[in-house]
């Protein structure tokens, strides 16, 4: 599974002399500089270029997923390797698994949104009030929707052009997200009484829950927006040097505020899930969730400063912590231990990165 | 003081009084693609404030660099104070008495000007620092700095630029240093801080330190040197030259006397064709005044000035990336929104900004995506990028302009300066720009790589397109470009055809005050 745009096979690298030779004569050190360039780049050996894919750079996680499937096995056997409780780790994932995919593109794009949970939070309870259920299941949505988008909105407005630094912008609206869900909640957990609502948490299409359908469709359409679209490679090119994306005549601008807002969009589509999942509307859902979903991008390869990373690595991160919560659950382990589990694997992952990185030319 | 003797012929050396405090022999630093220093020599004695001479790129900042710590030579022998040494780290030249003034003021903004001046060498006792002793000793660096008005406690970062040089100076001081380094120290201050300045110096020398001291400004050098060191192209090519005898056309030969030879293709093509940009009044308050400028289709227009001269902020300024206070941008007669450069890209101008790698590139991504970075839409279908399509027309371009090596889908940090230049114009080259700004084309670009960059800016010309070369090399500019202004302190104070210019002229016309 290839998080990167495919290449066609590497040119052989003395495929260089031929060509020099035609073009003229160039100075003896233009000759030797070329090679020792070409040396340098070593992309061109097949392991360069298999550490340089997706699939490379995450075989890592993958190695973890693995090496916890093993441990699941040994500890809690038929337990945790049955279906049924594969499916209930994919359905934990789901929710956060969605937010990671917007906090993806944000982190990627340079940028951080702390703000994703309780806005998920509020989007949940604007979309679950006595009010707005009246209008049924449709308008439910499109109001979790349009709360997670325009949060985002405001967000992007205010670090783009408002050019304020987007961990002070999304921790305050963290904050107001929060205040406003308690207000129009009243701190009460609202109950979904909508039928439709409810029941796409226990809907099951081919023995699987509809929720997991819903996070592969969002892990699905992100990634070709991050891969295939001029949307995703500008968000690369911000990430990496938004400087010289603004003088290459990209609005930088423009974009950034939309990378918000697509975080946002995650957080509505989160909040019907969650809304679902546990029959309500509340302020106290979310919380910590982006720690989490940071958490997970973070050891999904992506780089905190932006420009680069991939999505599979970041649902791979989700699945390792949700597939860690699953095995303490199962062994009936302390959720205190699984944290600082969590935490080591984190600074492990890390580690080990900041070592690829430094061997990198 | 070393003795100024009226009747020391140019060329000839100062006499010597004793031994020099500092002697560097045959210092050679190299850098990926540059040999930014080939075997400089110069000698310091106490007691004398030492002039360093030489064009931008000659070599002068890497050797005070060497001089203080910050690069380790590749060759070549450092003696300071009858030692011979090496300095591992700006720490260890600074622990023997070496203090050095950037251009780039090395100070932290947010602590107050006391703690500047002290860092890394704060009173302490059992490891609690002495604020008040701090405080007195830099009120004390300040009144004898005659800045009595910079209250110790203030936070740096309020001072203003000429301030925080006080504060670099101070910080000089207390270290008690022998031999004080400043590059272009007058640069931001005003006439009655530079005479401030002197007297500070002069104060100095008297105490037995030596001064190193770099500008571009003549008549400072006459004022406050003894000796001069010419620098070129890496190398020591006069030394001990009397800073006061020394006529001014003898020094300026010297500092543009030609070791390299630039090739620089011939003027070919006809007349240039109608006016495409057309600059009127431009300005920005702080960086330039009243520009006004027009390029024809095919013309290469220079423009000629020192670093802070303000000939960068006009580029940017007519691109966009700044916004314009006064004046208007016109492209082919349509006025620009001012501050918007994706406007001014869909106008057809296309910028190949100065700092190369954090301006222009995407370092970590192949050259490909970097080339089509601009036109990206051109390759996409409703949104969808084909990448087929974008790296035929990458390899299109860059086969054109010769980028090496050929592969595009290798990154473009792999590759040497003058071709990710080449990838820079290739960018341009795709988006099909009908005005090409050009901000130091060939700077870390090594001198093989450089005809090849003159050429290729002279065949886009011939091609139709409008180029604008800024550069502080003046070869450069009166070798490319068909029309030259030379821009000092944020005017155009001069503008000729190239070829009824020369070098010295020029010179003289960037560095103000200068009488040939």
């Not at chain 1, 439709?196 to 592969?216: D, E, M, S």
């Not at chain 2, 003898?250 to 620089?264: A, D, H, K, P, Q």
């Not at chain 2, 001269?309 to 929104?337: C, D, F, M």
Request: charge should be neutral.
């Amino acid at each position: 599974m290839s998080d990167r745009t495919p290449v066609s096979p590497p040119t052989p690298t003395g495929a260089h002399g031929p060509e020099l030779s035609k073009t003229g004569a160039p100075a003896a050190d233009e000759h030797q500089r070329v090679e020792r360039a070409a040396r340098e780049a070593g992309g061109d050996s097949a392991a360069g270029r298999l550490l340089d894919s997706g699939a490379g750079r995450n075989l890592g996680l993958v190695a973890v997923m693995v090496l916890l499937g093993v441990v699941g096995a040994v500890t809690a056997g038929e337990r945790f390797l049955s279906v049924p409780n594969l499916l209930t780790v994919l359905t934990q994932a789901s929710i956060i698994g969605v937010i990671t995919v917007g906090v993806t593109f944000v982190i990627i794009g340079g940028g951080i949104d702390l703000s994703v949970g309780k806005v998920m939070a509020l989007s949940s309870v604007w979309a679950t009030t006595v009010a707005t259920q009246a209008y049924g299941p449709l308008v439910m949505v499109l109001c979790a929707l349009l709360v997670g988008a325009g949060a985002g909105l405001v967000n992007g407005l205010l670090i783009a052009y408002g050019r304020i630094v987007p961990f002070i912008v999304t921790l305050a609206m963290l904050i107001s997200a929060q205040g406003l869900a308690e207000q129009i909640s009243g701190r009460r957990s609202q109950i979904v009484t909508d039928p439709t609502i409810a029941g796409i948490a226990t809907t099951r299409l081919l023995g699987i829950p509809l929720l997991i359908y819903i996070f592969a469709v969002v892990v699905a359409l992100g990634w070709v927006l991050l891969n295939r679209t001029t949307f995703g490679r500008r968000t690369f090119a911000i990430g990496g040097n938004s400087e010289a994306a603004r003088l290459a005549g990209l609005n930088v601008r423009r974009h950034t505020a939309a990378l918000y807002v697509l975080s946002g969009l995650c957080c509505g589509i989160a909040a019907i899930m969650i809304a679902s999942l546990t029959t309500t509307g509340s302020s106290t859902h979310g919380t910590l969730y982006e720690l989490d979903a940071i958490a997970a991008v973070i050891i999904g390869g992506t780089l905190l400063t932006g420009g680069r990373g991939t999505l599979i690595g970041s649902i791979l991160g989700v699945l390792v912590f949700t597939t860690i919560t699953n095995l303490f659950v199962l062994n009936n382990l302390a959720t205190e231990v699984q944290n600082i589990a969590k935490g080591a694997i984190i600074v492990v992952a890390v580690l080990i990165q900041a070592r690829a990185r430094r061997a990198d030319p | 003081m070393a003795p100024t003797d009226p009747h020391t012929r140019p060329h000839t050396e100062v006499d010597m009084p004793d031994t020099p405090l500092l002697s560097m022999r045959g210092i050679v630093k190299e850098f990926p693609g540059v040999r930014a220093l080939d075997g400089v020599d110069l000698d310091v004695v106490e007691g004398e404030v030492h002039c360093l001479l030489g064009q931008n790129g000659a070599g002068k900042s890497t050797l005070i660099k060497v001089l203080a710590g910050a690069h380790r030579p590749d060759a070549g022998e450092v003696t300071f104070a009858g030692e011979v040494v090496s300095f591992a780290s700006p720490q260890a030249a600074d622990a023997a008495g070496i203090a050095t003034i950037h251009q780039e003021l090395d100070l932290v903004p947010g602590i107050s000007v006391a703690d500047n001046v002290m860092l890394g060498h704060e009173p302490a006792r059992f490891g609690f620092t002495r604020d008040r002793a701090a405080e007195e000793t830099t009120a004390a660096l300040l009144r004898r700095l005659g800045h009595p008005e910079i209250r110790p406690r203030r936070e740096l970062g309020r001072l203003s630029a000429a301030g925080q040089q006080v504060v670099s100076m101070a910080r000089a001081l207390a270290r008690d240093a022998r031999l004080i380094v400043m590059d272009e120290p007058s640069a931001v201050l005003d006439p009655e801080e530079v005479r401030n300045l002197f007297r500070v110096i002069r104060e100095l020398t008297a105490d037995g330190v030596a001064v190193v001291y770099i500008s571009h400004r003549l008549e400072e050098i006459r004022e406050i040197g003894d000796r001069v060191t010419v620098l070129k192209d890496g190398r020591t090519v006069a030394r001990n030259l009397s800073a006061r005898d020394t006529p001014t056309a003898e020094v300026i030969t010297l500092m543009t006397g030609r070791s390299i030879e630039y090739v620089f293709p011939e003027r070919t093509g006809g007349p240039p064709g109608d006016v495409v940009l057309d600059v009127e009044g431009l300005g920005r308050p702080g960086e330039f005044t009243d520009v006004s400028f027009s390029v024809r289709e095919g013309e290469i227009v220079g423009l000629a000035g020192l670093v802070g001269s303000g000939r960068s902020e006009i580029l940017e300024t007519v691109y966009g990336a700044r916004k314009a206070a006064a004046g208007t941008v016109r492209v082919e007669g349509k006025a620009l929104r001012p501050g918007s450069v994706p406007a001014a890209v869909r106008a057809g101008l296309g910028l190949a900004p100065e700092e190369r790698k954090s301006q222009a590139l995407l370092l970590g991504e192949p050259v490909y995506r970097n080339v089509t970075l601009s036109a990206m839409s051109r390759f996409a279908r409703s949104g969808f990028v084909r990448e087929d399509a974008e790296r035929d027309a990458a390899r299109t371009e860059t086969a054109r302009l010769d980028v090496r090596p050929a592969d595009v889908r290798r990154p473009a940090r792999t590759l040497s300066g003058g071709n990710q230049q080449k990838v820079v114009l290739a960018r341009w080259l795709l988006q099909g720009c009908k005005v090409l700004l050009l901000d130091e084309p060939t700077r870390g670009v090594d001198v093989g790589a450089r005809s090849e960059i003159y050429a290729l800016i002279r065949e886009l010309a011939a091609s139709g397109v409008a180029v604008v070369v800024v550069s502080s090399e003046v070869p450069e500019v009166l070798g490319l470009a068909d029309r030259v202004l030379v821009v000092r302190e944020g005017r155009v104070v001069h503008s000729a055809p190239a070829d009824e210019l020369d070098e010295g002229r020029v010179l003289d016309l960037v560095m103000e005050g200068a009488h040939v």
